[in-house]
């Protein structure tokens, strides 16, 4: 692990691991990073709903500003605004100010390249280079200038390249008091939709609480009550997408990744016959896809992991069973809105039956369970050899099993995953947990 970038950035508690200076530091550093690199000096910042996504975010912008690099602040969108808007104006990077899925205290910031990509590992080492490094400001100073008028270039995006008319369709959604508060409705109601939206206020120490994509109840009782077609849930960032059908059945990542490897393969879209998922994805959404002959290749988890992998090989499709998902033909990352509208556009203009489909995909009982830890032992957990010994240990005495456990990268936690009978895994995550170091 880097010492300030994790799996998505940098994540942290507000006033105590991410504050205004390390905020400070990192704009610093990115107008040096810039410059070097001889980038455009000019950087996109964008932001969740969070109550100190202000102060981050004129943090990061006083950083590049004391350094010689202009911000242009978009307010209130969701990362794949900030994405689409980096790789398509004369920008040097992107900032994002986001904790994404985490709880209100904290916030984190993303840092994305002027193509759309966020930073790569090697980009962040050397982010994290200057961060700890004593450099004097430049003379000329950058300037700091409010530029929402940019957001209508993503939100025409989305209309005339992605959406298609929706009149009729009934839709649900839940954004999860979070980026998407204005946006989602605005798309849809432009495409003619009928829309039923919840959680729509940009209340910030609201963000994730029971909503949104770690908490579809409300929204499946609005679809139902309101006899909806689709209901759609954001996270706080809203790059992660959770469905919801009208008969209130729930389609995570796994469940769109199949949909949309299915439409692919039958319109000849999609590259090398593959997809790519990660450590996390259910064994059953492989074994669906080999039926077809499409090949899963996985990654760590992070969808940065996956559209990395997807870079390499030029695979067109990835993404996560927490509802990461990119279309490479169509964004640089996990776009969640951009997804929804594309789903949308398949099932329509191809007369699919979601339902049917879907019978088509078989998944294994999975069983995940998140345990505190320390941070301190979190952050060795890569290294701790004996604790690998004992988890292996484990997993050969249940050969039968695929067992996953893993530090998150966000938070400290142990994320502990078990595949098969159910009574048979929590049999293995008792046996897991003895071996942690809980808080």
Known sequence: ????????????????????????????????????????????????????????????????????????????????????????????????????????????????????????????????????????????????????????????????????????????????????????????????????????????????????????????????????????AFDGDADRLIVVLKDGRVLNGDDILFVLGGYMLNNNKLNSLTVVGTIMTNKGTEESFKKLGVNLVRTDVGDRNVIEKMMQNNYVLGGESSGHICVSSLNTTCDALLNALFLLKIVITENIDLSELLLHLTKVKQTTVNVKVTDEFRHGFDVNLKLKKDIAHIQKHYQDMRIVVRPSGTESVIRIMVEGDESMAKEVIEKIKTLLVTV
């Open 1 to 232: 692990m880097l010492k300030y970038f994790g799996t998505d950035g940098i994540r942290g508690v507000v006033n105590n691991n991410l504050n205004f200076f390390l905020a400070y530091n990192v704009g610093k550093s990115l107008a040096i990073y810039i410059k070097k690199h001889k980038k455009s000096p000019s950087v996109i910042i964008g932001k969740d709903t969070r109550i100190s996504g202000d102060l981050l975010t004129y943090a990061v912008a006083c950083g590049l500003s004391d350094y010689g690099v202009d911000s242009k602040i978009i307010g209130i969108v969701p990362t794949g605004c900030v994405s689409y808007l980096s790789s398509k104006l004369d920008v040097g990077a992107g900032v994002m100010i986001t904790a994404s899925h985490n709880a209100p205290n904290m916030n984190g910031i993303k840092l994305i390249n002027n193509l759309g990509y966020k930073f790569c590992t090697n980009d962040e080492k050397e982010i994290e280079k200057y961060i700890d490094g004593n450099y004097k400001p430049t003379a000329n100073k950058g300037k700091i200038i409010e530029s929402s008028n940019l957001v209508e270039k993503y939100v025409n995006f989305l209309c005339k390249e992605v959406g298609c008319d929706l009149k009729g369709i009934n839709i649900a959604v839940d954004t999860a008091y979070g980026s998407n508060y204005l946006l989602a409705e605005k798309v849809f109601k432009k495409l003619n939709a009928n829309v039923v939206i919840i959680n729509n206020q940009p209340k910030g120490e609201m963000i994730n609480v029971n909503c949104g994509a770690l908490n579809v109840n409300k929204l499946k009782y609005e679809v139902m009550l309101h006899q909806c077609e689709f209901g759609f």
